[in-house]
Structure formats: structure tokens, C-alpha cells
């Protein structure tokens, strides 16, 4: 039935060989004192005139870097390279502003005409009562909180009343100078001018010596780790530059139906709709929303009935929808790695730092510290705290759940694994593991009675909750293999595959040596059994007393397994060897000491088994399901040396009383 099962060490694509032993935990996450990070946000608060032109000029090289990488293998020069990738982006930009600037004075002039529409709309409100009269109320609640304000500012003190003085005719003459008036226009575009200016010369200058700017940071930060530092240059280039330009054709793709649509409604400047779309889109979460709602009350303005506001909602809606779940998952080759909470907190950090262009600039931004510190072990808390990546290893976050008694969302977790991998998989990389750490805190003294056991009766019910998936396994291996599913022999990824055997006709009892954590990883292993068609029976470690064991039905078994999790229990096991074999001559006994180096050495193992008269001792759950599997005969028990030495004095003394 259980032949071509397989174990837990194939298929390491999936990253459970990874986890780190327990003896090696991973390093604790340092994390900067309050000092650096109040002193690094004032500089960032109070230096933005200085920081904000630079960090746009740094997005912009990193999104130009690959335009002019190209140009160059062209053949074209590396100055007229940068000069052309350089200026025809902020031509573009340029004339993108310039239609959306004569767009936007077109529909300010045009808006008197749309007044009579709301005017319309709103009467109709009022009249047919929509909810419950609230339109009326807040206009009643807002006049007289008007009418309060005119009485009080209008009404003198009483001290103050005098006739009333004849007002003064007084006639304003205006005499700006022709040079004052072109002052008054050209003053307010002087600052941003002068900023996309500077912007345009440090983006130049970066391009034309990213090389010898790459070769300084390196020497400044990492020259010590010259692998790490490149590998993070690269990544964050990498990152950076595929999100602005993925974004960019993804914001293209969803704007350009939108002006299309917004044209076939009827909805007047449909070029500045989706323009402003496309531009709004790069704001994470609220752009696209700030994007339908403008012309959503165009919509609204522009015909007297409500069919329009529909069909401009539905065109939106559909069009998220489609951007959303088929667009950007199919040009989005790799995600920016960020979590979503992380997006959203970093955009309310930068807009309130550096204002709209730092709500922006935003995901970019994060995605440069999220790779800084998933490759600089300084910054590595800005990987955990924006980074998508797991934080916690598998069987950590496995032992913290059974720690907080919650065997549910133990559950949830583990069948989650289970749809790619093997329950002894499972089993063997995760859960064992897991209870390792309990182990290790027990022994450390941080883990008291009640808590050892909520956490070895939180991995007992998630045990039973895997039941329905142990039985489907079990079927799995019952159904034939169908052709054309047959493993391939020569496949290498299957080499290191190790055939489970089969149980059937085989009656094996599982136990823990000297624990509640033990009875748990106990049953593991009698599930696991199971589903090779194992005849398997349970006891606990109060059972392998003195006094108990004798009390154990022992008549149909044919091997028991006692599992230890701490590995200093080689006395223990020897102890219960001799007892169990007293008890039942032919029984087989074999000794787990969980590991999650499972993979020990096999003569350590033979000759640990044989100075403790165990028919075998296994260190992970694969090698503990071969050996209570296994049809050798059991080792008959050996004597004690004592006991020995005792005999041959006993039978000394008597051939010297029968020679006398």
C-alpha cells in the first residue's frame, strides 16, 4: 500500500530544509534606540527642501537606469544616451502637465453652465424625502449657525452707541507696474521651477557617474562585505525600477479605458479624467479612489438624471477589478515586498514628513529601506517591519501558537503546509521542531507544569484535527498510480527519496519516555503510522513506569516506539528497554531521541542502540517509521556486567563445593 510513500527530505524547493536548528537560534533583531530614530526624522522634516529633490532625482535614476543601459547597447554614446533618456522624460512630464493645466481652465470655465443640474438634483432630494429629510436639517442647522455668527459680530456693545457716522466715499485706484504684474505671475513659479531644474541636473549627474557613486558607497558602508553591499545595490535598483516601470504601464493600461469610456459617456474632458487617473494611480490605495470621485461629480453635474453617475461608477469598478486581479498580477513578475500594512503606514510617515510628493514617493521609498535591511544586518528591523517575508520560522510560529493554547490556528497553519507536502514531512520539519523548543524552554526552567501541558494538549488536538488528512493520504496511497504519474527514475530531484514501508499486518505502540511533550510528538508518530496501514495503539509516559508496565497489553504488539525529546534520557531509555523486553521477550523496542538534525550519523545510531539492547534508535520521523516497520527479529536481552560478574561467582563457588 505504502511502497512508493515518500518521506519529508525531497522537494527542497519549498524551503522547510532551511529551518535552523534549535541549539542555533536565529539572532535576536537589534533595533535603534529612540535618539538615532528622532534625530534621523527631524533631519528628514526639517532638511526636505534639501532631502525631497534628492530622493525624487535617486527614484528617477534607478526608473532611467535600465533606459539608458539599453541605449548603450545600442551604440549610442554614454552622455547622448543620458541627455536623451533624461530630457524625453521630463518632456513627457512636461506635456503631460500642459494638458492637464488647459484641461483643468477648460472645465473651470464651463462649470456655471453645470449649476442648474446640481441645483436640480438636490431639489429632487428634498422633495421625494431622501433619507429621512437630512439634506433639510443640516441646511436648517447650517443657517442659523450663520445667522448666529452675523448677530454676534453685528451687535455693538451697548457702551459703544453713537449716532451713526455718514459713510466716506472711497474710490481704489490701482497703479501696478507692468514689471509688478509679471513680479505677481512668474514669483510663484520661480520655487518649483527652480527644484525640477535642480532635479533634471542631479538626475544627469547621477546617470553619467552611477559607476564611480556605486564604487564610493561601497567603499563608505560595505567594503567589508563587498558580496552583501552589491547584492543589495542590485536588488534595490531591481526593485525600484521594475515597480515605477510596471506601475507606469499598468496605470497606462487602466487610463486610457477610463478616457475612452468617460468619452463614450458623454463626460466632458475625458482626456483630463484619465490623465489624472494614470497620475493618481501611483498614490497607494486613496489615488484611485480621489480618481473616480472627480468625475463622478462631473457625472453628476452634467446631466439632470442619474443614469450617467451609474454607467461612471460601473466603468471604474470594472476597471479596478480587471487592473487589480488580471493586469497587475500578470506584469508584476515579483511583488515590491511590502506588506500591505506596511504601505499604508508608510504613506501616512512620508505625506506627513514631505507633504503630496511624499505620499508619492511613498512605496518606492520603503522598498530602498525594506532592501537595505534585508542585506545589512544594522537595518535588518526595516525588513521586519515592512518586509512581506515570513518573520518567524515555520516551527516557531507553529510553537507559538500551541504556546498560546490555540490549537485551531495550529491547525490552519498545518493544512496549509499539507497542501505541498506529506503529513511526515510536516511532521518531521515542522511540528517536532516546534516541540523541540517547548523542550528547550522546559529545560531552561521558563515553562511551568500547566503550561507544558497546554501546549503538549494543544498539539494532541491538532493531531486529531490532521485526522481527515491522514485518512486522505491514506487513501492517495491505496488508489493504483495511473501511467503517466509514474516517477521518473532518472529524475535527480527524486534520489535522495526514501521509501516508507508498508505496516499492514504490523501492530506498533507509541509512547513518550518521561513527558506530556513526549506523549505529543508520540502521537505524531502513531498518525503518521497510520496512514501506512499500521495497526497502532497509545500510551503515555506515566504508563512506562516501574509499577505500570507489566500492566501494558503486550500480547499483540510487535514493536513499541518510546520518543524522547530530551536527548540527556539515554539512561532512561536503557532502563525502559530492559523492562518492556522482561515484560515480552519477542517484542521489539526501538528508541526515538527527536532531532531536528534528523539526518544523523547511522553508526552513532547502531552503536547507541546496542549500549542500550534497543533494536533500533531513530533521531527523526522517517527513520523512526522505518524501524518500527522493519520485520527483523527482535535482540534478545542482554545481561547487565553485574549481574554477570554475579553469576559466574555464583557458579565458581558451587563447582568448588562439588570438587571438595
Same mark, same amino acid.
Given at each position: 500500500?505504502?511502497? /512508493?510513500?515518500?518521506?519529508?527530505?525531497?522537494?527542497?524547493?519549498?524551503?522547510?530544509?532551511?529551518?535552523?536548528?534549535?541549539?542555533?537560534?536565529?539572532?535576536?533583531?537589534?533595533?535603534? /534606540?529612540?535618539?538615532?530614530?528622532?534625530?534621523?526624522?527631524?533631519?528628514?522634516?526639517?532638511?526636505?527642501?534639501?532631502?525631497?529633490? =534628492?530622493? +525624487?532625482?535617486?527614484?528617477?535614476?534607478?526608473?532611467?537606469?535600465?533606459? &539608458?543601459?539599453?541605449?548603450?547597447?545600442?551604440?549610442?554614446?554614454?552622455?547622448?544616451?543620458?541627455?536623451?533618456?533624461?530630457?524625453?522624460?521630463?518632456?513627457?512630464?512636461?506635456?503631460?502637465?500642459? =494638458?492637464?493645466?488647459?484641461?483643468?481652465?477648460?472645465?473651470?470655465?464651463?462649470? @456655471?453652465?453645470?449649476?442648474?443640474?446640481?441645483?436640480?438634483?438636490?431639489?429632487?432630494?428634498?422633495?421625494?424625502?431622501?433619507?429621512?429629510?437630512?439634506?433639510?436639517?443640516?441646511?436648517?442647522? &447650517?443657517?442659523? %449657525?450663520?445667522?448666529? $455668527?452675523?448677530?454676534?459680530?453685528?451687535?455693538? @456693545?451697548?457702551?459703544?452707541?453713537?449716532?451713526?457716522?455718514?459713510?466716506?466715499? &472711497?474710490?481704489?485706484?490701482?497703479?501696478?507696474?507692468?514689471?509688478?504684474?509679471?513680479?505677481? +505671475?512668474?514669483?510663484?513659479?520661480?520655487?518649483?521651477?527652480?527644484?525640477?531644474?535642480?532635479?533634471?541636473?542631479?538626475?544627469?549627474?547621477?546617470?553619467?557617474?552611477?559607476?564611480?557613486?556605486?564604487?564610493?558607497? $561601497?567603499?563608505?558602508?560595505?567594503?567589508?562585505?563587498?558580496?552583501?553591499?552589491?547584492?543589495?545595490?542590485?536588488?534595490?535598483?531591481?526593485?525600484?525600477?521594475?515597480?515605477?516601470?510596471?506601475?507606469? %504601464?499598468?496605470? =497606462?493600461?487602466?487610463?486610457?479605458?477610463?478616457?475612452?469610456?468617460?468619452?463614450?459617456?458623454?463626460?466632458?474632458?475625458?482626456?483630463?479624467?484619465?490623465?489624472?487617473?494614470?497620475?493618481?494611480?501611483?498614490?497607494?490605495?486613496?489615488?484611485?479612489?480621489?480618481?473616480?470621485?472627480?468625475?463622478?461629480?462631473?457625472?453628476?453635474?452634467?446631466?439632470?438624471?442619474?443614469?450617467?453617475?451609474?454607467? #461612471?461608477?460601473?466603468?471604474?469598478?470594472?476597471?479596478?477589478?480587471?487592473?487589480?486581479?488580471?493586469?497587475?498580477?500578470?506584469?508584476?513578475?515579483?511583488?515590491?515586498?511590502?506588506?500591505?500594512?506596511? =504601505?499604508?503606514?508608510?504613506?501616512?510617515?512620508? #505625506?506627513?514628513?514631505?507633504?503630496?510628493?511624499?505620499?508619492?514617493?511613498?512605496?518606492?521609498?520603503? %522598498?530602498?529601506?525594506?532592501?537595505?535591511?534585508?542585506?545589512?544586518?544594522?537595518?535588518?528591523?526595516?525588513?521586519?517591519?515592512?518586509?512581506?517575508?515570513?518573520?518567524?520560522? @515555520?516551527?516557531?510560529?507553529?510553537?507559538?501558537?500551541?504556546?498560546?493554547?490555540?490549537?485551531?490556528?495550529?491547525?490552519?497553519?498545518?493544512?496549509?503546509?499539507?497542501?505541498?507536502?506529506?503529513?511526515?514531512?510536516?511532521?518531521?520539519? &515542522?511540528?517536532?521542531?516546534?516541540?523541540?523548543?517547548?523542550?528547550?524552554?522546559?529545560?531552561?526552567?521558563?515553562?511551568?507544569?500547566?503550561?507544558?501541558?497546554?501546549?503538549?494538549?494543544?498539539?494532541?488536538?491538532?493531531?486529531?484535527?490532521?485526522?481527515?488528512?491522514?485518512?486522505?493520504?491514506?487513501?492517495?496511497?491505496?488508489?493504483?498510480?495511473?501511467?503517466?504519474?509514474?516517477?521518473?527514475?532518472?529524475?535527480?530531484?527524486?534520489?535522495?527519496?526514501?521509501?516508507? @514501508?508498508?505496516?499492514?499486518?504490523?501492530?506498533?505502540?507509541?509512547?513518550?519516555?518521561?513527558?506530556?511533550?513526549?506523549?505529543?510528538?508520540?502521537?505524531?508518530?502513531?498518525?503518521?503510522?497510520?496512514?501506512?496501514?499500521?495497526?497502532?495503539?497509545?500510551?503515555?509516559?506515566?504508563?512506562?513506569?516501574?509499577?505500570?508496565?507489566?500492566?501494558?497489553?503486550?500480547?499483540? +504488539?510487535?514493536?513499541?516506539?518510546?520518543?524522547?525529546?530530551?536527548?540527556?534520557?539515554?539512561?532512561?531509555?536503557?532502563?525502559?528497554?530492559?523492562?518492556?523486553?522482561?515484560?515480552?521477550?519477542?517484542?521489539?523496542?526501538? +528508541?526515538?531521541?527527536?532531532?531536528?538534525?534528523?539526518?544523523?550519523?547511522?553508526?552513532?545510531?547502531?552503536?547507541?542502540?546496542?549500549?542500550?539492547?534497543?533494536?533500533?534508535?531513530?533521531?527523526?520521523?522517517?527513520?523512526?517509521?522505518?524501524?518500527?516497520?522493519?520485520?527483523?527479529?527482535?535482540?534478545?536481552?542482554?545481561?547487565?556486567?553485574?549481574?554477570?560478574?554475579?553469576?559466574?561467582?555464583?557458579?565458581?563457588?558451587?563447582?568448588?563445593?562439588?570438587?571438595?
Amino acid at each position: 500500500m505504502a511502497a /512508493n510513500r515518500r518521506n519529508g527530505m525531497a522537494s527542497p524547493a519549498h524551503g522547510l530544509e532551511d529551518i535552523l536548528s534549535p541549539a542555533a537560534p536565529h539572532p535576536r533583531t537589534s533595533l535603534p /534606540n529612540v535618539a538615532t530614530i528622532v534625530t534621523t526624522v527631524a533631519a528628514l522634516y526639517f532638511g526636505r527642501e534639501v532631502f525631497l529633490p =534628492i530622493a +525624487i532625482a535617486l527614484l528617477l535614476t534607478f526608473a532611467l537606469a535600465p533606459l &539608458v543601459s539599453a541605449l548603450k547597447r545600442a551604440g549610442i554614446p554614454r552622455i547622448a544616451a543620458v541627455i536623451v533618456s533624461v530630457l524625453g522624460a521630463f518632456a513627457a512630464l512636461a506635456l503631460f502637465s500642459f =494638458i492637464v493645466a488647459t484641461q483643468v481652465s477648460e472645465l473651470a470655465q464651463n462649470i @456655471p453652465v453645470y449649476q442648474a443640474n446640481i441645483l436640480t438634483k438636490v431639489r429632487s432630494l428634498k422633495e421625494t424625502g431622501v433619507g429621512g429629510g437630512i439634506i433639510a436639517r443640516l441646511s436648517k442647522v &447650517v443657517e442659523r %449657525v450663520g445667522q448666529e $455668527i452675523d448677530r454676534q459680530e453685528t451687535s455693538p @456693545p451697548a457702551a459703544t452707541l453713537e449716532k451713526p457716522r455718514e459713510p466716506v466715499p &472711497v474710490e481704489i485706484v490701482s497703479r501696478e507696474r507692468p514689471l509688478e504684474v509679471l513680479q505677481n +505671475i512668474v514669483g510663484p513659479l520661480i520655487s518649483p521651477l527652480g527644484s525640477a531644474g535642480l532635479i533634471i541636473v542631479v538626475v544627469i549627474f547621477m546617470l553619467l557617474e552611477r559607476e564611480d557613486l556605486r564604487d564610493r558607497f $561601497i567603499r563608505l558602508v560595505g567594503y567589508g562585505d563587498l558580496h552583501r553591499t552589491t547584492e543589495a545595490l542590485q536588488d534595490a535598483g531591481k526593485r525600484v525600477g521594475r515597480y515605477l516601470l510596471m506601475q507606469l %504601464v499598468v496605470n =497606462i493600461v487602466y487610463a486610457v479605458p477610463i478616457a475612452a469610456g468617460l468619452w463614450v459617456l458623454g463626460i466632458p474632458n475625458a482626456l483630463l479624467w484619465g490623465l489624472l487617473a494614470l497620475g493618481l494611480r501611483f498614490v497607494p490605495y486613496i489615488g484611485p479612489a480621489i480618481g473616480m470621485l472627480l468625475p463622478l461629480f462631473l457625472a453628476l453635474a452634467v446631466a439632470p438624471g442619474w443614469s450617467l453617475v451609474l454607467w #461612471t461608477a460601473a466603468l471604474f469598478v470594472v476597471m479596478e477589478l480587471i487592473t487589480g486581479n488580471v493586469v497587475e498580477p500578470w506584469l508584476y513578475g515579483s511583488r515590491t515586498g511590502l506588506s500591505s500594512l506596511a =504601505i499604508i503606514v508608510a504613506a501616512i510617515f512620508w #505625506t506627513w514628513l514631505w507633504g503630496p510628493l511624499g505620499l508619492v514617493l511613498s512605496t518606492p521609498l520603503t %522598498v530602498c529601506l525594506v532592501v537595505l535591511g534585508r542585506h545589512v544586518p544594522q537595518f535588518e528591523f526595516l525588513d521586519v517591519l515592512f518586509g512581506n517575508e515570513p518573520v518567524l520560522e @515555520p516551527h516557531a510560529r507553529l510553537y507559538q501558537r500551541l504556546l498560546a493554547g490555540d490549537p485551531d490556528e495550529a491547525t490552519d497553519h498545518a493544512e496549509e503546509m499539507l497542501e505541498e507536502k506529506y503529513l511526515v514531512e510536516f511532521y518531521d520539519k &515542522v511540528a517536532i521542531p516546534a516541540l523541540l523548543l517547548g523542550e528547550q524552554d522546559r529545560a531552561r526552567g521558563v515553562m511551568g507544569d500547566q503550561q507544558r501541558r497546554q501546549v503538549a494538549e494543544s498539539a494532541l488536538a491538532m493531531v486529531a484535527n490532521l485526522d481527515d488528512s491522514a485518512h486522505e493520504e491514506a487513501e492517495e496511497e491505496d488508489a493504483p498510480p495511473a501511467a503517466e504519474e509514474e516517477p521518473d527514475d532518472k529524475d535527480p530531484s527524486r534520489e535522495d527519496e526514501t521509501e516508507l @514501508p508498508d505496516g499492514t499486518d504490523m501492530s506498533v505502540l507509541c509512547t513518550g519516555g518521561r513527558g506530556e511533550l513526549d506523549d505529543a510528538a508520540a502521537g505524531m508518530l502513531a498518525q503518521v503510522l497510520e496512514v501506512q496501514g499500521t495497526t497502532v495503539s497509545k500510551a503515555g509516559f506515566a504508563d512506562m513506569e516501574p509499577a505500570n508496565i507489566r500492566r501494558l497489553e503486550l500480547e499483540t +504488539i510487535d514493536t513499541v516506539v518510546v520518543g524522547f525529546l530530551n536527548r540527556d534520557s539515554i539512561k532512561h531509555a536503557r532502563f525502559l528497554v530492559r523492562r518492556l523486553k522482561r515484560a515480552k521477550a519477542a517484542l521489539r523496542v526501538g +528508541i526515538v531521541f527527536w532531532s531536528q538534525a534528523a539526518n544523523e550519523d547511522k553508526e552513532a545510531a547502531e552503536k547507541l542502540a546496542r549500549d542500550i539492547n534497543a533494536d533500533f534508535v531513530a533521531h527523526g520521523m522517517v527513520d523512526a517509521v522505518v524501524g518500527a516497520l522493519s520485520n527483523e527479529p527482535p535482540i534478545a536481552l542482554k545481561l547487565v556486567a553485574k549481574r554477570r560478574m554475579r553469576r559466574q561467582r555464583t557458579t565458581s563457588r558451587k563447582a568448588s563445593a562439588a570438587s571438595t
